[in-house]
Every structure is written in C-alpha cells, then in structure tokens.
C-alpha cells in the first residue's frame, strides 16, 4: 500500500499555512497579532439581509434540501445583476448557476471539463485554486505571467506553439488576487478573439468586482461581444456585501460550461441553505448603498496603508482594486525571501503578512498584505514594521 494517496501527491505543502500556524500561536500566547495576512472581511453584511435570513429561517418549510444550481428567484436575481453593472443579457436558466463561493464554483468547474493530461493555462502568482483546482482534477498547469502586458500574450502564444497537448483552458482574475492588477475592456476584447482563434475556454474569476478605486469600475469579459462564446465568469458576495462565510458565489455565460457544471454540482451538492439564497437574493436586489461604502472603507484604508507604511520606510504601490496591496520587500531585505520576512514580521513587528511565494515561485520577493484592519490598526502595524525595520539597521524617513 502506498504511503499517499496519488491527488494528495500532487499537493506540496500549504506554504501560507506555515505562518498561519504561527500566528495562531502567537495569538495563543496572549500576543496582539494585527491580522493583514487572510482576506477575511471584518465587516458585517447588511441588516436587511441578517433580518431576511432570520425571517425565513423561522419557516417550518425552509430547512430541507435545495436545489444545488440555486433557487429560481437568486439565479434571476444574479442575472439582474449583471444587467445593471454591466449592460450584459444572461438567461437564468442556463446561462447562471450559484456556487458555494467561487473557490468551489471553479474547482467543481475543473472536475466537469478536464481530463488527466489536459493542459491548463494559470496566471503566476494566482490565488492557489486557479491552479490547484485542476491539478487536483488531473490537469498540467503551464505559467503565465500575471501582468497584463505585451509579455502576457508571448507567453500565451508561445503555449499555443509548444505545448502538447495543446492547452485547452486559460483562467484569468482580474482585480488581480494576489497582485491586484487591472484590465480594461480592450483586454478582455483581444482575449477572446485570441480564445476563439485557438480554441480554448475562458474561465474569468471577478470575485473583486465591486473593490474598485479612484472611480475607475472593474469590466467584465461577458461585455465583450460574442464572450459567451468562449467565456464563463465567476463572482461572489463575499467581498461585496462582507458575506465570506455564507459561502455563495455565482458562475455565469457560456451554457455548455454552465450545464456541465450544473451537472457535476447535482452530484456533489444539494445547494446552500435556502434561508442563506433568500438572504442573498435581498443584498443582490435590495439597497446598494453598503457596496459603495465598502468601497469607500477600503479607499481609506488603502490610502492610509500607503502613506503610513511609506513612512515607516516601506514603500508599497497603491493597489486600483481588491482588498489587497501586493508589496515588494524592502530591498535591503528582499534576500531574506518573502516567507522568511513574513515570519519576521510576525515575530518582532507582531504584523501578519501572507508571503508571495505561496502564490506561486513569481510571487518571490513580495507579499499580500490584506486591508482587513481598521485605521488605526493600520497605522499601529506601520509603527510596528518602522520599529523592526530600524532594528535590522533599514534607513526609514524622519518622523
């Protein structure tokens, strides 16, 4: 008998988890650890909603089975959605299934439409489900870069010319997570003639969607004319409406990726919690005015985290997007590897970050530091890192 089992194999070690465990200790120990390592929201979602999920959890006829592509009402009301953002026209009967998130609306994605063998195209760094999710199905993953530049599509044409099998999926997540890059809609256009051209399947993860700054609103792939086609794009309310463990999510477009998702789901899932689809169906159809003050919320931190952590004497780029900054290393300490300085940061500055490598090897030399703290504490961490930072002898500007 084996000593693993063979998908277990393919799994290397969970690289973030080495300094979650570590500041779970630390916290253990009675220390005060500010937490901008998880992309977890500290905010709560709207009360129309909690009320709504109270209001029919009270019915006797509420807590059997769902059914597992979503109740008729949250799948029109996604549909909807998508309508008013973005101008784009979904059938909710076959164009939209809800998922548990979209983590699990992609990894059920990649049990429905891959083979062992079949070649998989995934940004580095990504968010670990866009490659792992089809690694797990039996997919090879090849590289390519996450910034959306002319090297970007080198590298995807040279997949096309050198690979075997050729590739037959390319994922993209733009508001980038981890490095919260952006597209625009010109992207997206010569994405799909390029798909259309070589014959592969876009799966879009827009799970930022609504994390936008300085008035410049994310696009989706399913504006572009003819996106169906080739495209499905998923989304979540996690961030959205502060809802991360409801766990609902949304896949939307191309109808025979949706049917075989919603297929694979039938087997794998009654759908969530009735009472949690109704709850969903009131934050998607009721006020938005709690989407555009997150937003703002996030702005300030951003903005906040920027100018305070660049005074301590580490200059972070200001992210256009999510709830992520992706910081390089100070470079008089970027040889130290970003899961070294990770761990460094949580012992001596009691700052939790989440090292880049474990996103991916191009994601060496950074880390994501999630914007999941108030002001204050923002500004506590930057007097934390300025202290560890003169310790180990890094010049950092005049108070």
Avoid at 21 to 46: E, F, S
Avoid at 286 to 315: C, H, S, T
């Amino acid at each position: 008998m084996e000593d693993e089992f063979y998908r277990i194999k393919r799994l290397p070690p969970y690289v973030i988890a080495e300094v979650n465990a570590m500041r779970h200790a630390a916290r253990q120990a009675g220390r005060d650890i500010i937490d901008l390592g998880m992309g977890n929201p500290d905010l709560p979602p709207p009360a129309h909603v909690i009320e709504k999920l109270c209001e029919v959890a009270q019915k006797e006829d509420a807590h059997g089975y769902s059914a597992s592509s979503g109740i008729p009402g949250i799948r029109r009301a996604q549909a909807n959605y998508y309508g008013r953002r973005f101008n784009v026209d979904l059938d909710p009967e076959t164009e939209v299934v809800m998922t548990m998130g979209s983590k699990e609306g992609l990894a059920s994605l990649a049990t429905a439409i891959t083979a062992p063998g079949d070649v998989v195209l995934a940004p580095n760094p990504s968010y670990p489900i866009h490659t792992f999710g089809f690694i797990i199905a039996g997919a090879t993953i090849r590289s390519v870069p996450t910034t959306p530049d002319e090297r970007y599509w080198e590298s995807l044409n040279r997949a096309m010319a050198f690979t075997v099998p050729r590739p037959s999926i390319l994922i993209v997540n733009y508001p980038s997570n981890p490095t919260a890059e952006t597209v625009d809609l010109a992207f997206y256009e010569r994405l799909v003639a390029w798909a259309k051209e070589n014959k592969v399947w876009i799966l879009s993860d827009l799970a930022y969607s609504e994390l936008y700054f300085d008035g410049n609103p994310t696009r989706s792939i399913l504006e572009v004319p003819g996106a169906k086609d080739v495209a499905v794009e998923f989304t979540s309310m996690s961030k959205t409406f502060s809802m991360a463990g409801w766990r609902v999510g949304f896949a939307v477009g191309n109808p025979k990726l949706i049917a075989a998702l919603k297929r694979v789901k039938s087997y794998l899932d009654y759908g969530a919690f009735t009472p949690i689809q109704a709850a969903a169906c009131a934050a998607l159809n009721g006020p938005q005015d709690i989407v555009e003050k997150n937003r703002n919320l996030y702005q300030k931190r951003r903005d906040v985290m920027v100018e305070a952590f660049g005074r301590a004497g580490w200059d972070i780029p200001s992210p256009k997007a999510s709830m992520f900054a992706w910081a390089p290393l100070p470079p008089a300490l970027k040889e130290m590897g970003s899961l070294e300085f990770s761990k460094q940061l949580l012992t001596h500055a009691e700052v939790a970050v989440a090292p880049g490598v474990g996103y991916g090897e191009d994601g060496e030399g950074f880390v994501r530091i999630a914007m999941v703290e108030n002001e204050q504490r923002l500004r506590q961490a930057a007097r934390n890192i300025k202290r560890y930072l003169v310790s180990m002898g890094v010049n950092t500007p005049a108070a």
